[in-house]
């Protein structure tokens, strides 16, 4: 249940059972997914150890960052479909050039597996000084992208909130 409080369940189930909020993502069928829970339970965390993997946090308002976070997932897919549909519109076949977009980052998505390097190293392995990378994230994800997107992020948090 979506941003429904723990206090406001137990008001409207006029209960004072244990509730714990959770956000299982959809790859959590593929048991591929870390599941943020609140507060910790030790069924609760178990069961989501089973499909990825738990990630318990004790107060909502560190849940609420996160599910903030998670309401960037589609702002992502939406990345890739301009991608891909600005190849397309410079003479790839729509086919071709959604296929490439997914290998492409299929293949770079793996490299998220590796925890011994941070976000910020990710990116700058994968990315050449001068480069094409480069360029693209200094022009184009540059200060104020980045600061809109944290004003969108703070927005949603306030929401949730």
């Given amino acids: ?25 959809p790859t959590v069928r593929e048991r ?10 030790p069924a609760v965390n178990a069961f989501f150890e089973h ?4 990630l318990p946090v004790e107060d909502e308002a560190a849940f609420d960052v996160f599910s903030a976070l998670t309401g960037t997932l589609t702002t992502h897919y939406s990345y890739l479909v301009t991608l891909a549909s600005w190849a397309a ?5 729509a086919d071709d ?11 770079v998505g793996r490299s998220l597996s590796d925890g011994t390097r941070s976000l910020q190293q990710l ?8 480069g094409n990378n480069e360029r693209i994230r200094t022009t184009w994800f540059g200060p104020a992208n980045s ?15």
């Fill in 123 to 130: 990116a700058a392995d994968h990315e050449t000084p001068k």
């Fill in 1 to 25: 249940m979506a941003g429904v409080r723990i206090d406001e369940l137990r008001r409207t189930l006029a209960t004072n059972a244990q509730v714990v909020r959770a956000i299982p993502l």
């Fill in 97 to 107: 050039a959604d296929s490439y977009v997914r290998s492409l980052f299929q293949g």
């Fill in 32 to 41: 591929r997914s870390v599941t943020v829970t609140c507060p910790s339970h």
């Fill in 147 to 161: 600061e809109a997107l944290r004003k969108a992020l703070d927005g949603l948090l306030a929401d949730l909130r």
């Fill in 89 to 93: 519109e410079h003479g790839i076949a």
């Fill in 51 to 54: 499909l990825g993997g738990a």
